[in-house]
């Protein structure tokens, strides 16, 4: 997966630019998302535009985890321990591997 073929940043951007749009079009004056303002309507609207811009920015957050589990993944089934069907997602495999190997006795994951 390659940071920028997925841009959440840009994403948020967009919805940014659509609430200020909107807000042109009908006059309603709304809070930026991410920002707090007292004076500013939080309608459904804005309401919608804000968590989808908090989703974005922890989809962001979680780009750089995912790519390294889809890299372990790989790795596992290089070395065998894993064996993905079509369809199957390496992050996945991968977390269901660690967290299998965290419950047998004696678990040293660096020696696995």
């Keep these: 997966m390659n940071n920028g ?3 959440p940043r840009k994403c948020i951007e967009l919805l940014k630019l659509c609430q200020q749009l909107q807000t042109q079009k ?3 004056r709304r809070p930026e998302p991410g920002t707090f303002d007292p004076t500013a309507m ?3 609207f804005a309401s ?3 968590n989808s811009c908090l989703w974005l ?3 962001e957050a979680m780009l750089p985890v995912l790519e390294q589990l889809t890299q372990l993944g790989k790795e596992l089934e290089k070395e065998g321990k894993i064996q993905p069907e079509a369809g199957d997602n390496y992050a996945s495999l991968a977390v269901v591997w660690l967290l299998a190997a965290k419950q047998q006795p004696n678990c040293d994951l660096l020696n696995q």
């Design 5 to 7: 073929s997925v841009q």
């Design 26 to 28: 009908d006059g309603i």
């Design 42 to 44: 939080m309608d459904p």
């Design 48 to 50: 919608n535009i804000a």
């Design 57 to 59: 920015t922890h989809i």
